[in-house]
Nanobody, 129 residues
């Protein structure tokens, strides 16, 4: 079965850290750009692009809201992508979705209804004291 499976979400206090993982099953991530989107509370179906990483890790992008705090990475040998999130803020709260697409620009979109070749099921991140 072809799928992306996220893990690592949870409840964390402001200023804390979380590391999200995204494992691909049924296909190889080698030829795909990977990235992360998030859906804020009350924003049904709207997803904000957070970060993207090219297939060979040469191209990388972060939204202004997370730049300097989040780090995206990938391990093609493990068919896995990661999002290290530091100095978390309450406004980072939401459901985080990983995605894979052959086009890196997919992850720089401002479209609130982005499209990608593959999506994970989402993992909840809650930043609250």
């Amino acid at each position: 079965q072809v799928q992306l499976v996220e893990s690592g979400g949870g409840l964390v206090q402001p200023g804390g850290s979380l590391r999200l993982s995204c494992v691909a099953a049924g296909f190889s991530l080698d030829d795909y750009a990977v990235g992360w989107f998030r859906q804020a509370p009350g924003k049904e179906r709207e997803r904000e692009a957070v970060s993207g990483l090219g297939s060979e890790s040469r191209r990388i992008w972060y939204s202004d809201s997370v730049k300097g705090r989040f780090t995206i990475s990938r391990d093609n040998a493990k068919n896995t992508a990661y999002l290290q999130m530091n100095t978390l803020k309450p406004e980072d709260t939401g459901v985080y979705y990983c995605a894979a697409d052959r086009e890196f620009l997919t992850f720089k979109t401002t479209d609130p209804y982005p499209e990608a070749d593959y999506w994970g099921q989402g993992t909840q991140v809650t930043v609250s004291s």
